[in-house]
Structures are given as C-alpha cells and as structure tokens.
C-alpha cells in the first residue's frame, strides 16, 4: 500500500534562516506531488505542485521554493524565513486514475521566531 | 476559474441533532466534488466523493448542479464526529487536475 512520510513534524527557526522540509512517497509510481499551507479560517492553500521530477509550478508567489530531485521526493525550501513564513505545511500526493483524490502526509508545524 | 465557498467557520450541533456541513462551488465545466476531514490529531483525509455516491459513517452528499452546491449530511450526530471539514473540487476529467479546497468548517458535536 501507498504511504507518505513527512519531516520534521515540528520546526523553529529565527527569521533569516533557512528551511528544508521533505517528503517522500512509497507505494506508487509518478505520483503527482504537492505542498499546501493549512491557515486557520483560510484553509488550504496550494503552494505548489509537481507532475514529474524537476517539473514544479508555483501557485503563489513567496518566500519558498520547492524542488522534486527523485520521483517520489519533494522538497520545501526557503534560503530565509520570513516571520509570515510560519504555519501548518503539509504534503500530499495523487495519480492519475484515482479520480484526483489527493492522499496528505501528517504535516509540518513552523514556528519562525 | 474554480472556487469552493464554505460559509460556515464553525458549526456547533447537539448529539443526535441532523448535521448539514454547507458547500457552494463555482466552474464552469463538470466538477468533481470531495469532502475531506481532519479528526484531532490525525492527518487530513478523504470522506467521500461525489462519484461514488456512498454513505461514509453515515454522512451523505448530493452534488446539486442547478443550485451548484454539494452540501455534507448526516441524521444523527455524534461526538467522534467532530473535526475539521473541507469540500473540495476538481474538474472531471484526465491527467492532472488542479484541486481547490475550501476554508474549512469546524464541526463541533456538544454530548
């Protein structure tokens, strides 16, 4: 069966900091690949996502980047965090042929201190 | 353009009051709705689809294309019923497909 692990779950960092968030996907083959920041009363949004290895798309522009270095690996990176860079990210996946059901990781809390 | 609408930030029902968990949507082509919960501490995951047409622990939803909602429903509420919800929606059809979530509504179940 699919799994999707995610780390670290906690995270504080001081402002200017880098970040590195990642997640890795077993069970399946050329997942799609996702990042999606959990705010309260503002629910999920999408960050980014990836259909193939070093294929990402952004869908707001931020202070992070992701990259995908292997098929099932996505990484959430930033070069210096920003204070409004805390909160709830989480990691997700789907293929193709599960009727865009997306399958989430158990998520990150970052504190930016 | 897609967009999810859930109206309610917070719903707080009685156990074993009806539960009706609101959600509008807009596009223009065939949706395909989801509704997603996350229980404390556990990781967000998917209810139901609106494809399946199933009762998932008792809760059911109809995708009403002429009022363009997909409203989440349950008779009998109960206490393990409480978490967060999201609707979600995704156009119907092959290859990736780009999932909009809406805000959330805090399902609460007072005993």
């Known amino acids: 069966s699919q799994t999707i692990h995610q780390w670290p779950a906690t995270l504080v960092q001081p402002v200017g900091s880098p970040l590195s968030l990642e997640c890795t996907v077993e069970?399946?083959?050329?997942?799609?690949l996702y990042w999606y920041r959990q705010a309260a009363g503002r629910g999920l949004q999408l960050l980014f996502y990836?259909?193939?290895?070093?294929?990402i798309s952004s869908e707001v522009p931020q202070n992070l980047s992701a990259s995908r270095p292997q098929d099932r690996q996505f990484i959430l990176s930033s070069k210096k965090l920003l204070l409004s860079d805390s909160g709830f990210y989480l990691c997700?996946?789907?293929?193709?042929?599960?009727?865009?059901?997306?399958?989430f990781g158990e998520g990150s809390w970052l504190t930016v201190v | 353009a897609q967009r999810v609408t859930q109206p309610e930030k917070l719903l707080s029902v009685f156990k074993g009051a009806p539960v009706e968990l609101k959600c509008n949507y807009s596009?223009?082509?065939?949706?395909?709705l989801f509704w997603y919960v996350q229980y404390s501490r556990q990781r967000l995951q998917l209810l139901l689809r609106?494809?399946s047409r199933e009762s998932i622990k008792g809760f059911t939803a109809d995708l009403n294309k002429g009022e363009t909602s997909f409203h989440l429903k349950k008779p009998f509420a109960q206490e393990e019923d409480s978490a967060m919800y999201y609707c979600?929606?995704?156009?119907?059809?092959?290859?990736?497909?780009?999932?909009?979530f809406g805000t959330g509504t805090k399902l609460q179940v007072i005993p």
């Open positions: 596009y223009s082509g065939s949706p395909e």
């Open positions: 069970g399946t083959s050329n997942p799609n």
């Open positions: 990836s259909v193939g290895i070093g294929q």
């Open positions: 997700a996946w789907s293929v193709v042929g599960t009727g865009n059901t997306i399958y």
């Open positions: 979600a929606l995704s156009p119907l059809s092959g290859g990736y497909q780009k999932v909009t």
């Open positions: 609106h494809i």
